[in-house]
């Protein structure tokens, strides 16, 4: 490849999605990572946090000023809040930014500071964000330069969900969401419930009709639809590293069958490269997308209820995360939108 | 103790629920365990199938009769459809039958046919046995010798919603039962979804809106509603040994608090030794009951959508099988109804 | 029951062996849990920190000094350094004092102030204090007020290798221990390493011959052999919760067979109720033991090389801690040495 | 790249060891997967048996005959027993054969037919097959066309303790080799021990000193050490899916230092692209290395007893087979050796 790559730039590198997102752009083709920033491990590289990194990525982690100062893109996975003086100085400065975190996803300023409790501070920067969801908004993505990156539980419900909305066949009063997640959604910072003997061998719901995610989910779904949705979402907490499996209920408007719904979803995803419509008798996994960026998605009709039940799983730190950010950029700059993101889910 | 001892037999004590149940008579104050039942394992004594009981239990396993004639209770962990000639051979002998299995649970002889395929050989036992739900059924428990137990599904799904149907707080259209089981559940017998490296590190859903336990769910929130009950049920497998989450969504009716929903179920429970409806801000963990008897229970309230959100955990093999099994021993023989059911969940 | 209970009490009561020795006291038929000690939790129950504990035991955690005084027999369950206080308020208020603690096992004050870096403020106490590892000192513990408890580690060692030591089949040089535990030894506060993304699916050894165990372990074996014994120790982190298995590596002296080392320990441990020695062609397995008081051990000749081979199983929080303190109680108060510990290993 | 890719073939391709081989050679620029070879999934595609494969590879299992007759070079990830035939088809048709399975690994005929229970049909074939471990035979598979790819456990085992062994700085007798294992080592057919209630939360030793990979271990060893060694090999089935950890145990020559052998290490590996030499004070981890073909390997001097402690970690099915296959293909080839296989370990 003889064209000169693009410098990309980590905020928050150290977290679980900056590291992924290390891992994953160490390997891209058209890209060289230029700088890493990290607070609380500056001065250090990747492979004195994460050992799997030793001898593979030479670069010290710096503070913010000096990730952006090398990069042409910066993508930033820090807590909500942290991101808007970054994106701005981008912004400023003419090069790209990927927001990983909450701060540039909600189009209404007011609902994310009811949501986040924090100040929404450049409405500029919010009105010029574009929601990084490539399967809907590829070309408003391609004409942005700061993208809001999707979250894991949106990324998994929105794929799943919006097809059946744009296609009118499901009601869009009463549907339900109910979500499952690996640990690695929590984070890399210990905690009680996330502490090994607590998480292990343990199953629960958390933040039920009260997580952050859900005015994200509606905005997506309230577009598709094209008409305001409310949905219910309970987010569960599973012992495994990887992988969020959302089981989504909608009611089936009167008379639509399983095949309407079949040929609606693959006409809308018939040249999505990272997602796969299962078929008929098969059950969508975590294991089979776990460590690449794929979006798996089945759907049964119950028509003993008149119920659609959709079943959509990705890697949340990847498809949901990171994979994505990477699938975002490689929109902005032109290239081929797959391009370092050929991982192969593991067998096992 | 003076009092003689109930001598109690096992059929089928080699499978998961089985050796669940001999750990628990084993330590029964008021039975003496006095024969084990097994095909695969006849000959041999738990110790040898199951390292844990080494020493501590010497009986030999044999086949069905011998068995029943030593036993006064019979319990039968038996795949469905092979329950039903041992069942009729005690009701003849006069001795109680508590089947574990499902051939004994569905009411109507033509749905236990239609999803289990297998014919309903002995009417008249059908007629007789009484649906082993004990916080429902205790009344009309205490009056038969032949219990169906119930699955492990329906028990966690009828003790978080019966009481809601039951006080007409909700409507009974549109009722969606998510449930998560431990790997327990499959059995002892190994398959390839239950294999550690297909299973450990996955999730996914099976039988989905298809699965065995659905009209006996619905038969028993009928009863409840006092009205015919359809529910959508779409159960996971989950990567831990033991314990099953169902996660319930039912539509309010218009004005329901959460207060007069607490009520109800405060109410509903208050005397109910195994059933802790638990205080707001706490979450319902398979953790918490795993190893014991309990079902907890709690309830939430979305009213940007109007849903009552119920959560309800128990140890599939123990309250959702074996436990409860005992549990309907001890009201079939008069006998305290906890006895033998003191476990406490493990902290860790 | 018509006698008087024993009224026991806890400090750190909140910790996981606190937690454990909670669980088990409360279903002891000759005790009565009095007062529970906790510094983080004062004000609070078990079940506020335990959800598993919710209904099962009101008592509100207090300081040491109240403790103490509702009780005839206190166990500590506390970092190094701070039992030593409590156990001298024990003593002189004529109270039996059980360490689950490190402060009381090792006979040389020198030796417990190098390895663990503090004081020992109370050389009589120490002079008192027996080790509590019933299987070899039962006659001393019987006769004592301060138990030191073992720790873990040196149970699983010591009663899987000391019947080789006291017999002379093994030479005393070259012992290798190589230890592998779960992940509750690491205690309740999280960390980094137990964090479940970290520690799930992956597997380490830790403090490499430098752990704080190592003269526990060979006090107790130099006293089997008679002379001094060094080994070599090394603990690995396993992804489970509970379980020790300690594969323990010796040279057979020269013509030693594999019988007549079968012919000690089963001489050894014949009147033993918690020693399981194991038939050939059957493995030590954590699951065999864990939520019971068994150590199950079994022995192989390598005749190639002329070593021992043994593995040894405990449930850490157990035999390794908490049950091998009621063990101890048991003892000091001329109970039956199995009171309270009749816990059967779940069959999965 | 120009120049004509490499058709590769692969028997046995469904089983674990198959499996993870399509996945490395999908993407290895320099090869075209040209065959699959199953006996129990003929006529399917490896998305029907590993649902992770969906869409990835359209290629349909087929016979040997048919595998061998496209392919350029040949795996074959069969049991013992079944390569010879293939091996000696390809020998004769001028392909390269490549043996994860453990028939061309013992170069003592005998040997292989005492641990094994098979004829070793090929005296021929035998004698020329080269042992696949590169780090230490690379000059002799750059010069043959049947590579015996080593096991998982004595690459493991052979890597960490080679040097010290080749230094003289380690006394020959007495070598323990403690490994633990995860299940994936057990290969893909369900049994019990690999059932996941019976695995997960387990974790026990077997074959203990009579696994078969022990002549094959002592062969690598004695040609290191120069004479005949001899080890106590005792491998652990331990509850993750991926990964080896071996703990290695050898008696320090008087006077040898810890720097002493970390100088033999740094110089031994110092160009091996796939070994990684810990700096000290940190610990080899599965995580680490799993999804990679790294080998990560640390050293620790315990001085009290004069023994040399190695820990050594691989993904027991990459650099314990298919990915050392690739890297042998790479060498049998003239490719740079690291080709297809810059696979970075997954953080967390």
């Given at each position: 490849m003889m064209k000169k790559k693009i410098s990309a730039g980590i905020l928050g590198a150290t977290g679980y999605a900056g590291a992924e997102l290390v891992r994953i752009l160490l390997r891209h083709p058209a890209v060289e990572l230029a700088a890493l920033g990290s607070v609380s491990f500056a001065g250090q590289t990747m492979g004195e946090v994460y050992p799997g990194f030793r001898g593979?990525?030479?670069?010290?982690?710096?503070?913010a000023g000096g990730v952006i100062a090398k990069s042409e893109v910066v993508f930033a996975a820090l807590p909500h809040g942290l991101s808007q003086e970054s994106a701005a100085l981008c912004v400023e400065q003419g090069k790209k930014f990927i927001d990983i975190g909450a701060d540039f996803?909600?189009?209404?300023?007011?609902?994310?500071?009811?949501?986040?409790?924090?100040?929404?501070?450049?409405?500029?920067?919010h009105e010029r964000a574009v929601y990084g969801l490539p399967e809907l908004f590829r070309q408003q993505i391609a004409k942005t330069d700061i993208v809001g990156n999707p979250g894991c539980y949106p990324t998994s419900i929105a794929l799943g969900l919006a097809p059946a909305l744009m296609s009118g066949l499901v009601e869009t009063a009463g549907i339900i969401c109910d979500s499952k997640s690996g640990v690695s959604g929590a984070g890399r910072k210990p905690s009680q419930n996330t502490h090994f003997p607590d998480c292990n061998e343990n199953f629960a719901a958390y933040k039920v009709a009260a997580h952050r995610h859900t005015p994200e989910i509606e905005q997506t779904l309230s577009g598709a639809a094209g008409s305001p949705v409310r949905i219910t979402f309970v987010p569960h907490l599973m012992p495994v590293n990887r992988g969020i499996l959302s089981t989504i209920y909608a009611r089936l408007r009167p008379g639509v069958t399983q095949e309407q719904l079949r040929g609606v979803y693959a006409a809308?995803?018939?040249?999505?490269?990272?997602?796969r419509l299962l078929p008929p008798g098969s059950e969508a996994a975590v294991r089979a997308v776990a460590g690449s960026n794929y979006c798996?998605?089945?759907?049964?009709?119950?028509?003993?209820?008149?119920?659609?039940?959709?079943?959509?799983?990705?890697?949340?730190?990847?498809?949901?995360?990171?994979?994505?950010?990477?699938?975002?950029?490689?929109?902005?700059?032109?290239?081929?939108?797959?391009?370092?993101?050929?991982?192969?889910?593991?067998?096992?």
């Amino acid at each position: 490849m003889m064209k000169k790559k693009i410098s990309a730039g980590i905020l928050g590198a150290t977290g679980y999605a900056g590291a992924e997102l290390v891992r994953i752009l160490l390997r891209h083709p058209a890209v060289e990572l230029a700088a890493l920033g990290s607070v609380s491990f500056a001065g250090q590289t990747m492979g004195e946090v994460y050992p799997g990194f030793r001898g593979l990525c030479p670069i010290v982690c710096e503070d913010a000023g000096g990730v952006i100062a090398k990069s042409e893109v910066v993508f930033a996975a820090l807590p909500h809040g942290l991101s808007q003086e970054s994106a701005a100085l981008c912004v400023e400065q003419g090069k790209k930014f990927i927001d990983i975190g909450a701060d540039f996803r909600l189009e209404d300023p007011a609902e994310y500071e009811r949501w986040y409790g924090c100040e929404a501070r450049y409405p500029a920067l919010h009105e010029r964000a574009v929601y990084g969801l490539p399967e809907l908004f590829r070309q408003q993505i391609a004409k942005t330069d700061i993208v809001g990156n999707p979250g894991c539980y949106p990324t998994s419900i929105a794929l799943g969900l919006a097809p059946a909305l744009m296609s009118g066949l499901v009601e869009t009063a009463g549907i339900i969401c109910d979500s499952k997640s690996g640990v690695s959604g929590a984070g890399r910072k210990p905690s009680q419930n996330t502490h090994f003997p607590d998480c292990n061998e343990n199953f629960a719901a958390y933040k039920v009709a009260a997580h952050r995610h859900t005015p994200e989910i509606e905005q997506t779904l309230s577009g598709a639809a094209g008409s305001p949705v409310r949905i219910t979402f309970v987010p569960h907490l599973m012992p495994v590293n990887r992988g969020i499996l959302s089981t989504i209920y909608a009611r089936l408007r009167p008379g639509v069958t399983q095949e309407q719904l079949r040929g609606v979803y693959a006409a809308q995803y018939q040249n999505e490269r990272f997602i796969r419509l299962l078929p008929p008798g098969s059950e969508a996994a975590v294991r089979a997308v776990a460590g690449s960026n794929y979006c798996d998605i089945q759907l049964y009709t119950d028509q003993r209820t008149g119920t659609l039940i959709i079943t959509s799983v990705i890697d949340n730190m990847i498809k949901g995360a990171a994979g994505q950010a990477v699938q975002n950029m490689n929109i902005l700059f032109g290239l081929e939108e797959s391009a370092g993101l050929d991982m192969i889910p593991m067998p096992f």
